[in-house]
Nanobody, 118 residues
């Protein structure tokens, strides 16, 4: 059984930081690409960042220089460090794993809410 469990969401003021983590089980972790997606109210789910099995990452333009994606193939975790957060970053964030690049999407977590507001 494949499981992706996210943590680390919450409420933060504009300019603040949050670190999202996702623990993955049930797959050969290093064989899969990983990604973080987000979905804001009334909008489609969008890819935020993705990382290959050997650590090559890609980001959407709106988060470049602010977000950093990393993976640990020993602990089967993927993390999204989010700095300089803006109200537009408010969304439910989802962790995903898959064979597809650059949009891995075979398996999904349950999502974690990130709210950026003063």
């Amino acid at each position: 059984q494949v499981q992706l469990v996210e943590s680390g969401g919450g409420l933060v003021q504009p300019g603040g930081s949050l670190r999202l983590s996702c623990v993955v089980s049930g797959i050969i972790f290093s064989n899969y690409h990983l990604g973080w997606y987000r979905q804001a109210p009334g909008k489609q789910r969008e890819l935020v960042a993705a990382i290959t099995g050997n650590g090559v990452s890609t980001y959407i333009d709106s988060v470049k220089g602010r977000f950093t994606l990393s993976r640990n193939n020993t602990n089967n975790t993927v993390a999204l460090q989010m700095n300089s957060l803006k109200p537009d970053d408010t969304a439910v964030y989802y962790c995903a794993a898959g064979r597809q690049w650059p949009r891995p999407n075979d398996y999904w977590g349950q999502g974690t809410q990130v709210t950026v507001s003063s």
